[in-house]
């Protein structure tokens, strides 16, 4: 069973608008950890922002935010106005336990496009 | 946020050579580093995982004897693609993290491209 769905292959943006990428977990570890990165052309994964199972509030970094609904299991990326080097790849990844390794899970992604 | 230092960033080799590729932890401590593959629009798939001074876990169906890891120090983890073959071309990224920190930093990672 996949561990972290992201049901969206491709979203497209117009520039100054806010979007949503949709990202679904499976864990039956009361302990875990939500991260999204970028991935632009260039290859690297650009950290964005991070959620504890056990986080009361929603993590927001900058115009990046969760929207973290436990019980639905999901992790949704807000990005707020949308700029037109939003467009890149964002995957969803999910990290299980306290102890021991902790590797990260990831997603398949979404391509986002961000439009003049 | 921390760097981890991915090199080369790109590499050409022929068939049947092997590649090295290296990972540094600049400006902190790496107990852990994870090597990652991932092939043209798709996620990344873990490879392995290792501890510095210990052997690396292979993730299911990862050989072993072609990927071999090395975690000899705190900040540094080598990826050695042996007898690379065409089918060993794709996109290799390793990570980089430090008990006790939620995240784990990535490098710029390798496009190996094997002729």
């Known amino acids: 069973a996949q561990k972290i769905t992201q049901t969206q292959p491709g979203m497209f943006v117009q520039e100054k608008e806010a979007v949503t990428l949709d990202c679904t977990y499976d864990?039956?570890?009361?302990?875990?950890?939500l991260f999204w990165y970028k991935q632009p052309s260039s290859g690297e994964m650009i950290f964005l922002i991070y959620q504890g199972s056990y986080d009361q509030q929603n993590a927001t970094e900058g115009r990046y935010s969760l929207n973290f609904q436990k019980a639905r299991k999901s992790a949704n990326l807000v990005i707020s106005a949308s700029q037109l080097g939003d467009s890149a790849m964002y995957f969803c990844a999910m990290r299980e336990g306290r102890s021991g390794f902790q590797k990260l899970v990831f997603g398949t992604g979404t391509r986002l496009l961000v439009s003049p | 946020g921390a760097v981890v230092s991915q090199h080369p960033s790109r590499v050409i080799c022929k068939s049947g050579t092997s590649v090295k590729i290296e990972c540094r932890s600049l400006?902190?401590?790496?107990?852990?580093m994870f090597w990652y593959r991932q092939f043209p629009k798709q996620s990344l798939m873990l490879m392995a995982t290792s501890n510095e001074g210990s052997k690396a876990t292979y993730e299911q169906g990862v050989e072993k004897d072609k990927f071999l890891i090395n975690h000899a120090s705190l900040t540094l983890s080598t990826l050695t693609v042996t007898s690379a073959h065409p089918e060993d071309s794709s996109f290799y990224i390793c990570?980089?993290?430090?008990?006790?920190?939620?995240?784990?930093?990535f490098g710029q990672g390798t496009r190996l491209t094997v002729v």
């Open positions: 864990t039956s570890d009361p302990s875990y950890g």
């Open positions: 990570s980089a993290r430090t008990d006790g920190n939620t995240e784990a930093f």
């Open positions: 400006d902190f401590q790496a107990t852990t």
